[in-house]
T-cell receptor
């Protein structure tokens, strides 16, 4: 399958700070998706990106589909304690899906 | 309620004892898949199914089997579990195949093989 490089692997931030994470690949993809996994739960979709250069927001979350189609970024503004979890990017080569290794976010109140 | 269910949620077993983890979805989704989640390795796809009787290998299929006899069910079978299959397993489904579709995940099954 494809290889996705997701960074950082983990983050410890103060409540109220902004967060930025990214995923890169050596291959081109037509879709990037971002999921969040809360402790003890399965991942849930946050944002889907379908067009190179696209910038999409969902509340305090903003994600961008890189213009090269080989990367994507997720930003969280003004973090709050409930942002804690693991964030995954996902791409697909046909029917086989590949997820990044995840960014574990910890928010210090 | 639209959902993906997995059973059991927790399982401790011994090496070599065959086990099945069930997965069921009530959303009439065509695509279903299994993942394992290990620290530092993220989510890795084990098997996926595009529709009834159509399955294919993901990135880490060794030691696992699946079947898709009905649209709603996609069990994961470990014929002879080994300790390196100790992991957190997730089943997921989506309306159709293809990576641009939202995956709906089950709650996970934590498996320990002694």
């Amino acid at each position: 399958g494809q290889q996705l490089n997701q960074s950082p692997q983990s983050m410890f931030i103060q409540e109220g700070e902004d967060v930025s994470m990214n995923c890169t690949s050596s291959s081109i993809f037509n879709t990037w998706l971002w999921y969040k996994q809360e402790p003890g739960e399965g991942p849930v979709l946050l944002i889907a990106l379908y067009k190179a250069g696209e910038l999409t927001s969902n509340g305090r979350l903003t994600a961008q589909f890189g213009i090269t189609r080989k990367d994507s970024f997720l930003n969280i503004s003004a973090s709050i304690p409930s942002d804690v979890g693991i964030y995954f990017c996902q791409v697909a080569g046909s029917y086989q899906l590949t997820f990044g290794k995840g960014t574990k976010l910890s928010v210090i109140p | 309620e639209a959902q993906v269910t997995q059973n059991p949620r927790y399982l401790i077993t011994v090496t070599g004892k065959k086990l099945t983890v069930t997965c069921s979805q009530n959303m009439n989704h065509e695509y279903m898949s299994w993942y394992r989640q290990d620290p530092g390795l993220g989510l890795r796809q084990i098997y996926y199914s595009m529709n009834v009787e159509v399955t294919d290998k993901g990135d880490v299929p060794e030691g696992y089997k699946v079947s898709r006899k009905e649209k709603r069910n996609f069990p994961l079978i470990l014929e002879s579990p080994s300790p390196n299959q100790t992991s957190l397993y997730f089943c997921a489904s989506s309306p159709i195949g293809g990576g641009d579709n939202e995956q709906f995940f089950g709650p996970g099954t934590r498996l320990t093989v002694l």
